[in-house]
């Protein structure tokens, strides 16, 4: 059974920089998603099969990167210039369309979560 984890997250000031990681699976896609209290669940970033495609939440572009090792089958999310509005809970989730997607119901798997607080 494939499980997924969420690593790397925590509080940081405005303007401050996090990086996420997640296991990745070989031949998947890999997605991030996050989930602020009283709102959906929503996309952030999404990473093809074997990595050659991104796309992005038009919120985060240009602030977060995704990227994924094939080697060490990790992917991560490096989150810069962080905002007070980018503090959720943020999800990596698996995907059999191995193009990328940014829809939810396009990924199988998901792990627990990592709260990212950012502080004013």
């Known amino acids: 059974q494939v499980q997924l984890a969420e690593s790397g997250g925590g509080l940081v000031q405005a303007g401050g920089s996090l990086k996420l990681s997640c296991a990745a699976s070989?031949?998947?896609?890999m997605g991030w998603f996050r989930q602020a209290p009283g709102n959906e669940r929503e996309f952030v970033a999404s990473?093809?099969?074997?990595?050659?495609?991104?796309y992005y939440a038009a919120s985060v572009k240009g602030r977060f990167t995704i990227s994924r090792d094939n080697v060490k089958n990790t992917m991560y999310l490096q989150m810069d210039s962080l905002k007070p509005e980018d503090t959720a809970v943020y999800y990596c989730?698996?995907?059999?369309?191995?193009?990328?997607?940014?829809?939810?119901?396009?990924?199988?798997?998901w792990g627990q979560g990592t709260q990212v607080t950012v502080a004013s």
């Open positions: 989730a698996r995907s059999g369309v191995q193009s990328g997607s940014t829809l939810a119901h396009e990924y199988d798997i």
């Open positions: 070989s031949f998947y896609s």
């Open positions: 990473i093809s099969w074997p990595g050659i495609r991104t």
